[in-house]
């Protein structure tokens, strides 16, 4: 028993140390370099979505707004699976005290265990519903008429999405790290081998390779380049419109 103890005491606080030392660079690459991170891209990829749709709201509305639906059920079903699950959590460690008939949740490592776990869904929960609120905020944001600067208008849109997914990232990441308390159940080695697997594959998850972000950055200036070729065109569609009434005035003479 004293054994298992200090195995307790080295491999639990050093797997939870490899977890969040991977999400500590993940946060520092995502500000300093976001083109090499899935996050990053996403997020740019969003502000150009979000332009998109509110180049023509009569046309593209009913898009987003069907988008938009998309994310609020994947935020929902999480949001239900998470309450649901630390609800029979509680009510099963409600019973194991009950039967102990102890007043200290802490009397065991059992009792530890099942309340990191319940703190885990507890928090997917609450990211969830945050991203659900910023999500349906968009809803009504990006159909609005927009009377002033709409440039601002649609940084504030991109920037109310972008904190909705990134609600949703986290409420993920929180249901990953559950999952790392539930080996903690069969003992300490595999929480720690876990949470380096974990690690590990969220690396490849959230990292880009250069072929991505080639092809990422070709797809925004080819973009940028239609925007400017559209933007041209009322400059020269009136001149033409003009010639040709010349033209019409002529032949009338």
């Not at 103890?5 to 977890?19: A, I, S």
């Not at 891209?41 to 898009?63: C, F, I, P």
């Not at 929480?191 to 490849?204: D, K, N, P, Q, V």
């Not at 200036?221 to 033209?247: I, M, R, V």
């Amino acid at each position: 028993m004293g054994g298992n103890q200090h195995l307790e005491f080295v491999f639990v606080p050093l797997g939870l140390l490899v977890f969040f030392l991977y999400h500590t660079w993940l946060l520092f690459t995502i500000i300093r370099e976001p083109h090499r991170t899935v996050i990053g891209l996403n997020a740019e990829s969003r502000h150009q979505w979000v332009q998109a749709m509110m180049s023509d709201t009569s046309k593209n509305g009913v898009l987003a707004i069907q988008t938009i639906r998309n994310n609020i059920m994947a935020s929902t079903l999480l949001a239900t699976t998470a309450i649901t699950l630390s609800s029979l959590i509680g009510i099963f460690a409600s019973n194991a005290w009950n039967a102990d008939d102890t007043s200290s949740i802490f009397h065991s490592t059992a009792e530890i265990k099942r309340i990191s776990i319940t703190i885990c869904f507890l928090v997917a929960f609450l990211c969830n519903i945050q991203s659900i609120r910023c999500y349906c905020h968009v809803s009504f944001l990006i159909n609005a008429p927009t009377l002033r600067d709409k440039k601002a208008y649609m940084e504030y849109i991109t920037k109310t999405l972008n904190r909705g997914s990134h609600s949703w990232s986290l409420g993920l990441r929180a249901f990953y790290l559950s999952f790392t308390f539930f080996l903690w159940i069969y003992g300490p080695i595999p929480m720690f081998a876990c949470c380096c697997l974990t690690s590990f594959c969220l690396y490849f998850l959230d990292t880009t390779t250069r072929i991505t972000r080639d092809l990422h950055s070709d797809s925004f200036t080819k973009e940028s380049n239609d925007d400017a070729e559209s933007a041209a065109e009322p400059d020269y569609y009136p001149l033409a419109g003009n010639n040709s009434a010349q033209n019409a005035s002529v032949d009338n003479v």
